[in-house]
């Protein structure tokens, strides 16, 4: 597959995937900003959240992250299927152990475009709707407080700890999965690749997520002066044992899980659909 096609059918899939699932990712952040506190259960809380702010509340800084995600997830189907390519040709092959490396290169790569894009989604969603006018009026209310390097790089360590395991297992499982499904014949092709994106989305959160409340709460933080570099990894992990312990880690973990199985079902979906009618303009099998 064309390394343009790829990118194009997997900004594709992140984006309208992240758009479904969006009003979930708002209770899952709302949830972590909140971690070790009085945070309501997923159920009072969409109530609390409607109550206050209406259905605009489950949807701020949506725009930003769909557009965010397109890129994101461009990226990291983009560097998986050139890497998995490249080891292909190697005394490697297609084995697991190739697939492993070639999805930890794309978490580590992708990082780092993710980290600005989930810097301004998770200040946004965590603050009431209405906040902020528009994403630009976040970036600069960012830039302004901690500067650009607060902007890019505040939680980047977290990240890259989060989306090396978390990225080998969404795609070595979406592909290993997929691959069994469709080869037993019990399951038709779009429903196959619906089960595989559920699972893997599942499997990519469950093993990472306290990681990912780490940086939820460490990309929340507005500080004056710059001050990025103060909110280390170690500081938030303590901060939060003292909170609540070890149920801190775990706060929002029933959104997120429902927001991964709707979200990475429809990217794969998108992202096989998209790779199917180029192949098929062109007369290939898919």
């Known amino acids: 597959m064309p390394a343009a096609v790829s990118l194009l059918a997997g900004m594709l899939g992140g984006s309208i995937g992240v758009g479904v699932a969006y009003p979930l990712d708002t209770l899952k952040t709302k949830q972590q900003s909140n971690a070790g506190g009085a945070a309501a259960n997923p159920i009072a809380l969409t109530r609390q959240i409607y109550e ?11 725009s930003t992250t769909m557009a965010g995600q397109a890129i994101i997830k461009g990226a990291l189907f983009f560097v998986y299927g050139a890497a998995r390519n490249c080891l292909a040709g190697t005394a490697l ?32 969603q965590a603050r009431a709707a209405g906040t902020f006018v528009n994403p630009v009026a976040c970036i600069d209310e960012l830039v302004r407080r901690d500067g650009v390097s607060g902007l890019c790089l505040r939680g980047l360590g977290a990240t890259i700890l989060r989306e090396i395991p978390a990225c080998t297992f969404y795609f070595v499982t979406f592909d290993l999965m997929k691959a069994a499904l469709l080869g037993s014949g019990r399951l038709a092709r779009t429903p196959a690749l619906l089960l595989s994106g559920a699972v893997a989305g599942a499997m990519s959160w469950i093993p990472v997520y306290p990681i990912d409340v780490v940086k939820t709460q460490i990309q929340v933080e507005l500080d004056d002066g710059g001050s990025a570099a103060q909110a280390t990894i170690g500081s938030h992990v303590r901060r939060l044992w003292a909170a609540g312990g070890f149920l801190a880690f775990w706060d929002g973990l029933g959104p997120k899980l429902a927001r991964a199985i709707v979200n990475h079902a429809v990217t794969f979906l998108v992202f096989d659909w998209t790779c199917a009618a180029w192949l098929a303009s062109r007369g290939l099998a898919g």
């Open 52 to 62: 206050a702010e209406g259905v605009a509340g489950f949807y701020s800084g949506c």
């Open 93 to 124: 092959g297609l084995s697991t152990l190739s697939l492993c490396l070639a999805a930890s290169f794309s978490g580590f790569v992708g990082s780092f475009v993710m980290t600005p894009v989930e810097r301004v989604k998770c200040v946004m």
